[in-house]
Structure formats: structure tokens, C-alpha cells
């Protein structure tokens, strides 16, 4: 394990206040266009036209971003942290201007598409440095403010985006990006200097590259559209990337990295955390509004629990693992998860809003002591020329797990409910539905608490960490 000290080759311990508001700016870009375009959409559509092409606002973005994760968090352990993650602000920065000055849906789509790939940067690539810049005691704080910038944004995300088309237009949800990426950029352009043993000289792996990205697209538009066509081309497409992935001297990721046990329950917890992130964040708001007859805005507060409980455990997850150990703290928050799950299926056509929020709640604390601590470890077990890989790929499991998600849950829905006009469930089937969605929610909690306990012992290891840190005066003020 590297030391629990400050690490070296970052500068001084001040500067990277500024390295981190940087990182925090970048996820915020990131995390308000995943929202912000919903309540933009009918005014889009009316200006541009193009209806049928709505869709692909959203997953054009979603698309690029899951694809490209896993590829740039590997490029980032080969041409180093600093030049990717500007190079993402900066396709982010070209994609926004290109979608605010968009004349028409194709452009616009297009645009969507740049940030999504600026985006699968920002993503895996700060959270890449601040499992450099940070030690092992404060590293939980930081990505709990990381995680924070998400909870705000899916709160703030929407309200901002009606303010604008209301009273300004829909393209200052774009074009308010530009000068955020420049300051974003320009902050970590000026205070983070990289440490040398980050960035070397393997060559890239392109096709490696071309293979793990088109199958990955191919897959998820199977998951997300259907289509066997689809899924045969994934086949084909990943397991040549298998072939190559076995063959070849660099490999863009190397799977054998997924054989170490604690990288790989971490993956298939991140997987699991997807799913029931997707569920939840899809269907809860469904069922207070059809079921209960809640509002847009009140069914919006009762998912917004499950953000909030997330970084506020996020940020604390440091003081149970220096304690407890890694697999503890993440069994601990699975069980938070289970619990929060099962509890979903008590709900029923009168049961009160602000249970449905209580039990949100509940489920994002889990998710902050469980989601934390797992890719922690699996960074902590990775050398520094590793890291970044494995970032990568922990989010890409996270991201088709949403697509595996949104495949499963929408297809048992369909099979209770049919679609109104409004395109949301309608029909006396839809608690029936929502009972079914909430079932598998929890069976995948089951499956969550499973991986948490496949992760390797590690309470010996937690005390000796905190011994160590209890000795120095420096890391105990850190870790505060």
C-alpha cells in the first residue's frame, strides 16, 4: 500500500485546494448536462423539430460518455493525468459551443456527442488524481465533495435549465459551459504538476481501442434499443478486443487487472450500484406521480434524498475504513442498501411521500459507504501506472450497468402498463409493475452485499493504518 503521507511530486499541500475546485468544476459541467437538457426538451423540439431524433439528446451524451470511459481512464496512465483531462474540458468546451450554436437537431446530437466524449475524461480522470494528490485519509472527503457536486447537480440540474429556456433560451444551457471550462481548465493547467512516475511512454494500443469502443457502442444500443444485429456485432467486435486484449505487448486495458479479487468485486459492485441507480432514479418519480399523484416537483424532492444521503456518507466513509477496514465499511453500506431496497416493497398505492423519501435516503447512504471505499481499494491495490485503468473500468461497469438496468426493469414494466400519450406508464398494472421493479432492485442489493463480501480481509490492515496515522501529527490533522 503507498503511504499514507502526503504523496510526492504534487507540490505543496495548499495548492491543491485549487487542483481539487478544478476537478469539482469539471464533474459539475458533467453532472448538470446529464440533467439539465430535460426541461429544455419540448422547447428544443419545438425550434428544431425533429421529434422522433429526441431521444438521442440523451443518448448520444450517454453513449460517448460510457464508451470512451474506460479508454481514456487507460490513456491516462499512458500519456498522463494533466494532458487528458484537458484535453476533456476541452472536447466538453467544443461540444458546447457546438450544441448552443446548433441550427439544427443533427448538429445539436452531434454536439451532445462531444461532450459525452469530453465527458468520459473528466469522469475517470479526476477521480484518477485525486487518488494521487490525496492520501488514503483524506482521499473519502474529496470524493465526497466529488460525489456532492452530483447530488446538487440533479437537484439544481432541471430548475436551471427551465430558468434559461423561460427567460433567456435553451442555448445558454450550453454556452453557459464555455467560460466554466476555461476557469476549470486554467486552474489545472496552473497547479497541478504532475508526478513524473505518472506519465510514461507505452506505446497505444489503437486497436485495441477501435475494438473495446465499437463493441461497447454496439452493445449498449443493444441494451437501450434492442436489436440482435446489434448485440452480434458486439459479440464479434469484444471478443476480437479479448483477443487482442491477451496479445498484445500494451494492451489499451489489461484484463488480468479484473482477476485481482478486490478490482475485480469492485467492478461487479459498481456494476450492481448501476442498476439499482438507473431503477431508482427512473422509477421512483414514476411511481409518486402515477401512483401516488404527487406533482413532477414534489416526486423530484423524494429521489433527491437518495442523492442526498449518498455524499454526506461519501464524505464520512474515510473514518470507517481507517477503522473498520475496506470490506467491512462496504458490507456495512450494502447492508444499508439492502435494507433501504427491501424496505421498497412495503410501498403501496397510500403510502406517505416522505417514507419514499426516508427509504431513498437510507439506500444513498449505503451507496456512499459502499460505492467509496470499493474504488478506493481497487485504486490503492493498483500501481500508479495502473490507476487509471482501473478507474476507468469501474465506471464503465457502473455505466452498463444503468443500460443493463434500463433494459430489464423498462421491459418488465412494459409487460404490466401501457404507454400514454404522455409517454410515461399508465393502466391499472402500474403498482403491480412498480412491485416487480422494486423486487429485483432489492434481489440485486442481495448480489451487491455478496460482492462487498467477496472483497479481500483487510481489518488487520485498517489497524495498522490508523496506528500509523495516530503516530503522525501531519496525517491525523488530514484525516480530521
Excluded at 209 to 219: E, F, I, K
Excluded at 225 to 246: C, H, N, P, S
Excluded at 309 to 314: C, E, I, Q, R, V
Excluded at 383 to 404: C, I, K, Q, Y
Amino acid at each position: 500500500m503507498p503511504s499514507t503521507t502526503a504523496r510526492s511530486g504534487v507540490g505543496l499541500r495548499s495548492e491543491r485546494g485549487p487542483i481539487l475546485l478544478s476537478l469539482m468544476l469539471s464533474t459539475a459541467l458533467v453532472a448538470l448536462d446529464a440533467t439539465i437538457i430535460a426541461t429544455a426538451a419540448s422547447t428544443i423540439v419545438r425550434e428544431l423539430g425533429s421529434f422522433q431524433r429526441l431521444p438521442w439528446l440523451f443518448s448520444s451524451f450517454l453513449l460517448a460518455q460510457a464508451v470512451s470511459t474506460p479508454v481514456f481512464g487507460r490513456l491516462a496512465d499512458i500519456v498522463g493525468r494533466k494532458r487528458l483531462m484537458l484535453v476533456g474540458i476541452g472536447l466538453f468546451f467544443v461540444g458546447s459551443a457546438v450544441a448552443g450554436a446548433a441550427p439544427s437537431m443533427g448538429v445539436l446530437i452531434a454536439g451532445r456527442a462531444l461532450q459525452g466524449l469530453g465527458a468520459g475524461a473528466v469522469m475517470p480522470v479526476s477521480m484518477t488524481i485525486t487518488s494521487d494528490i490525496y492520501t488514503l485519509e483524506e482521499r473519502a472527503r474529496a470524493q465526497g465533495y466529488l460525489a456532492s457536486v452530483w447530488g446538487l447537480s440533479s437537484v439544481v440540474g432541471p430548475t436551471l435549465g427551465g430558468v434559461f429556456t423561460q427567460f433567456v433560451s435553451w442555448r445558454w444551457i450550453f454556452w453557459v459551459n464555455l467560460p466554466l471550462a476555461v476557469v476549470a481548465a486554467a486552474m489545472l493547467a496552473l497547479r497541478y504538476r504532475e508526478p513524473r512516475q505518472v506519465s510514461h511512454r507505452d506505446p497505444v494500443d489503437y486497436l485495441g481501442a477501435v475494438l473495446l469502443s465499437g463493441g461497447s457502442t454496439l452493445l449498449l444500443l443493444g441494451l437501450l434499443e434492442g436489436g440482435w444485429v446489434r448485440y452480434a456485432g458486439a459479440a464479434v467486435l469484444l471478443a476480437g478486443f479479448v483477443v487482442r486484449a491477451r496479445t498484445a505487448r500494451h494492451p489499451i486495458i489489461d484484463l488480468a487487472i479484473l482477476r485481482r479479487r478486490v478490482i475485480g468485486a469492485s467492478t461487479t459492485g459498481a456494476l450492481l450500484i448501476g442498476v439499482i441507480v438507473v431503477g431508482l432514479s427512473t422509477y421512483v418519480p414514476i411511481y409518486a406521480q402515477e401512483v401516488l399523484g404527487f406533482g413532477a416537483l414534489l416526486a423530484g424532492f423524494a429521489l433527491a434524498a437518495l442523492t442526498l444521503g449518498w455524499p454526506l456518507s461519501a464524505a464520512q466513509a474515510g473514518r470507517f475504513y481507517l477503522r473498520l477496514g475496506f470490506r467491512l465499511t462496504a458490507v456495512i453500506g450494502s447492508s444499508l442498501v439492502l435494507v433501504g431496497a427491501a424496505s421498497m416493497l412495503l410501498l403501496g398505492p397510500t403510502t406517505p411521500l416522505a417514507l419514499v423519501a426516508v427509504f431513498c435516503f437510507v439506500i444513498g447512504a449505503g451507496m456512499g459507504l459502499t460505492a467509496v471505499p470499493t474504488l478506493i481499494a481497487a485504486q490503492e491495490s493498483a500501481r500508479p501506472t495502473e490507476r487509471g485503468a482501473v478507474t476507468g473500468t469501474n465506471m464503465f461497469a457502473r455505466s452498463l450497468g444503468m443500460a443493463v438496468g434500463v433494459a430489464v426493469l423498462g421491459a418488465i414494466v412494459n409487460a404490466h402498463t401501457t404507454l400514454g400519450a404522455d409517454g410515461a406508464p399508465h393502466g391499472p398494472g402500474i403498482m403491480t409493475a412498480m412491485r416487480w421493479v422494486f423486487g429485483v432492485l432489492a434481489a440485486v442489493a442481495v448480489l451487491l452485499v455478496a460482492a462487498a463480501a467477496a472483497m479481500p480481509k483487510d481489518r488487520d490492515e485498517a489497524v495498522a493504518r490508523r496506528a500509523a496515522a495516530a503516530a503522525d501529527p501531519e496525517v491525523v490533522e488530514a484525516a480530521a
